[in-house]
Structure formats: structure tokens, C-alpha cells
């Protein structure tokens, strides 16, 4: 339990930190006991590369156990664990996650979601975003119900920021930005 924690409000991100290191080895306990009962045991195998899980609402699951661990970890908000629990994230501090992290390893649990909402578009919403925003988008990619991508398709340059281009032409009463 985390009844002697204190609350720390940081870039207006709410997390909990532990004052004394037996909290944090009753928070490894607390995790453990949870892994040993939710991580479905074919999520402790080697993973497979046609079983990596993006999420989206098309998502395929190829092995069942998949969808199971995804949807548990996403619950429990642990698929995004240092992001606010009031937006679905896991609402634990850095050193909770290190924790969390040490005992997936320890049973060799995977990852739940590979995703770049949560790798790039997520952090980015939860620094520079509204709260409309954040509220909106943040809860379904913690829970892989949302598949997020980035692309760039600016001609001549493909993903290659450094050679974009932008061309402009007089077109007489108005200008032609391409």
C-alpha cells in the first residue's frame, strides 16, 4: 500500500514518491504478487515477430494470451506507467517504474504495447496539449485501443526532415505555397 507516500506535483503531473526504501520493496512485493497473477504464462516467452501488438481497433492478435496481457497491463495503466493515473497511465514515479520494469524482467514478461503513441505522439500531448486533448487521446493509447504513426511525405524527401522543402510562386493576386 501507499499510505506513507508523499504526493509530488511536477510539470503538472501528479506522481508518488516513497519515502523510505521499505516502502519501495513493499511497492516490489505489491508488483510482483500482481505479475505472478496476471502475466498469462506464453507472455514470458521469447516473443515472436508476428506477435508484437501495435493496438488499434483493427489489431489481430495471432496468439490470444496477447490481447489478455494488453488489456491488463492497459487497466492497470502499466503500459504507460509514469503518466497520470487521472488519464489512465499508471501514475508511478520513477522509481516505481524501475521497479515494475525489474519484475517483468525478472519473469520475462513482454512489453504489452509497442506503440508510438506512446514512444512520440502521448509524451509530446502530455507536455504541450490541452486538457480537452489530453482527456481525449491519452486513456485509449495507454489502453492500445488507438494506433498512432507519424509519416512525412513531402516529395523528394520522404522521412528526411533535413531536405525538406517549401516552394513558393507568384500566381499574380495570390501566392502558391507548395
Not at 508511478?92 to 525478472?106: G, N, P, T
Request: hydrophobic residues 35%.
Amino acid at each position: 500500500t501507499q499510505t506513507t507516500s508523499a504526493v509530488l506535483r511536477q510539470n503538472g503531473r501528479v506522481s508518488m514518491a516513497f519515502d523510505a526504501p521499505e516502502e519501495l520493496d513493499g511497492f516490489r512485493t505489491e508488483v510482483r504478487e500482481w505479475l505472478e497473477a496476471n502475466c498469462p504464462p506464453s507472455m514470458r516467452t521469447p516473443m515472436k515477430d508476428d506477435e508484437v501488438v501495435w493496438g488499434g481497433k483493427r489489431e489481430q492478435f495471432k496468439n490470444p494470451e496477447s490481447k489478455v496481457w494488453l488489456e491488463r497491463m492497459g487497466e492497470k495503466g502499466w503500459t504507460a506507467p509514469e503518466w497520470p493515473a487521472e488519464l489512465g497511465g499508471g501514475g508511478l514515479s520513477k522509481a516505481q517504474a524501475k521497479v515494475l520494469q525489474q519484475e517483468m524482467r525478472r519473469i520475462k514478461a513482454r512489453p504489452a504495447l509497442f506503440s508510438f503513441g506512446l514512444w512520440m505522439f502521448g509524451p509530446a500531448l502530455l507536455e504541450f496539449g490541452n486538457d480537452e486533448q489530453k482527456a481525449r487521446f491519452i486513456p485509449d493509447i495507454v489502453k492500445g485501443k488507438t494506433r498512432w504513426c507519424q509519416g512525412y511525405s513531402e516529395p523528394g524527401a520522404g522521412s528526411d526532415l533535413a531536405d525538406l522543402q517549401t516552394k513558393c510562386e507568384d500566381k499574380g493576386d495570390h501566392w502558391l505555397i507548395n
